[in-house]
């Protein structure tokens, strides 16, 4: 039994020490993977820049390994087999590029490259696709920005072709600055790439962005149309020209004399109960659905219908204005005569807290005690004049 317990004992020492070294061996293999080396950029076309790098001498090309690479701009990690990569993206902010080798389970220790922000030629742009073939973008001048800026843009028709460069036909100015420009096309790709450039101090500077049309939908603002039908009213409107119907929802609001309604619907018509008494306001929005992209209009003029009874204005107005008339006139009354109508009743409760009062000692509070007023008699005294008794006469 010694004999067995010993060897069990031996043999989890042996799978110990065989998974400890397993251990010690994957690590160092791990720390031991070199990093890549010469890790450079250069722009490859006006929008997109190509990263490249090498591994070190040393490093076995024939293991079978691959790339992860992470960029500032893009929250997914990609994977490359060769050592170069393309990346379009916008330049705002400057850019942050990481590549780490990894051949099986091992991985080295990413390295970075860093592009600095680029001097800034605009401020704030941004683009507003409103129409199945018409985007449009503005920007802010800042204030070193050159008279000689220009706009230019392009869409991949793949994901590593890009269609060809074309610039801006219409610009939009203001003070005569470049400040916007209407732009012709088919925007249905799923991103578009832009730069600005111009000379500054003799130097070409140019600004990329990136901007995806889908998620900056603003067409123009629907216009109601308000029909009556019998007892009802039909509203309708066109679906903006942009996507298809179905990634459309529309925002109701209208009023009905005095009271505010609201509806939410995909079809671009909506019937509601006509009151002949009432005056109708609509006014109507429409949404991009969030599976097909973002944006939305803005809030449509207000479109008019009917008459207003005058006697239902009147008596909405005379009504709670006559209310609240009487309740100023009933609260100053009742505070003039509120002493007559709630005379003060003299309070004996001292005299009766004395009387039940267990302490002993003698108290004389008659504050509260009611005492009459004297009142003043009036009294007349009159003097009499006393008689005078006869004299009496001695006899003689």
């Known amino acids: 039994m010694r004999a067995d317990a010993v060897d069990a004992m031996y043999n989890c020492w042996k799978v110990f020490v065989f998974h400890f070294l397993v251990l010690i061996v994957a690590t160092q293999t791990e720390a031991e993977l070199p990093s890549p080396i010469r890790l450079t950029s250069t722009w490859k076309n006006e929008f997109c820049l190509e990263f490249s790098w090498r591994l070190p001498e040393s490093f076995d090309e024939n293991l079978d390994c691959k790339y992860k690479i992470k960029t500032s701009q893009v929250s997914i990690t990609r994977s490359s087999k060769t050592t170069l990569f393309q990346e379009c993206d916008s330049l705002e902010g400057g850019l942050n590029f990481s590549v780490q080798t990894e051949c099986n389970n091992s991985k080295s220790q990413p390295v970075v490259h860093t592009i600095a922000a680029p001097r800034e030629l605009v401020k704030d742009f941004h683009c507003f696709y409103y129409s199945s073939n018409a985007l449009n973008c503005s920007w802010l001048p800042t204030n070193q920005s050159p008279e000689d800026i220009n706009l230019y843009y392009a869409y991949p028709e793949s994901e590593i072709h890009l269609s060809n460069t074309s610039e801006c036909r219409s610009y939009l100015r203001n003070a005569g600055r470049k400040t916007g420009c209407l732009i012709r096309g088919d925007f249905s790709k799923l991103k578009v790439y832009f730069q600005v450039n111009g000379t500054v101090n003799g130097s070409s500077l140019r600004n990329t962005f990136k901007v995806i049309p889908k998620d900056n939908v603003k067409p123009p603002a629907p216009k109601v149309k308000i029909t009556e039908k019998e007892n009802n009213l039909n509203l309708s409107w066109n679906h903006p020209n942009i996507s298809h119907p179905h990634c459309w929802d529309y925002m109701l609001n209208y009023s009905r004399c005095q009271e505010s309604l609201s509806k939410t619907t995909k079809s671009n018509s909506e019937t509601i109960p006509y009151d002949p008494r009432c005056k109708y306001r609509v006014r109507i929005k429409a949404v991009y659905t969030s599976y ?105």
Request: glycine fraction near 4%; hydrophobic fraction near 40%.
């Open 292 to 396: 097909c992209g973002k944006g939305e209009s803005d809030w449509s003029g207000v479109e008019i219908y009917g008459e207003e009874d005058w006697l239902i204005t009147v008596i909405s107005i005379v009504i709670p204005a006559s209310l609240f008339l009487f309740v100023i006139l009933f609260l100053c009354c009742f505070m003039k005569h509120k002493e007559k109508l709630f005379p003060k009743i003299p309070q004996p409760s001292m005299i009766y807290k004395d009387t039940l009062n267990s302490n002993k000692e003698e108290k004389t509070f008659i504050g509260d005690l009611y005492v009459p007023v004297e009142e003043d008699v009036e009294c007349k005294f009159s003097l009499e004049n006393e008689p005078q008794l006869p004299m009496m006469q001695p006899d003689c």
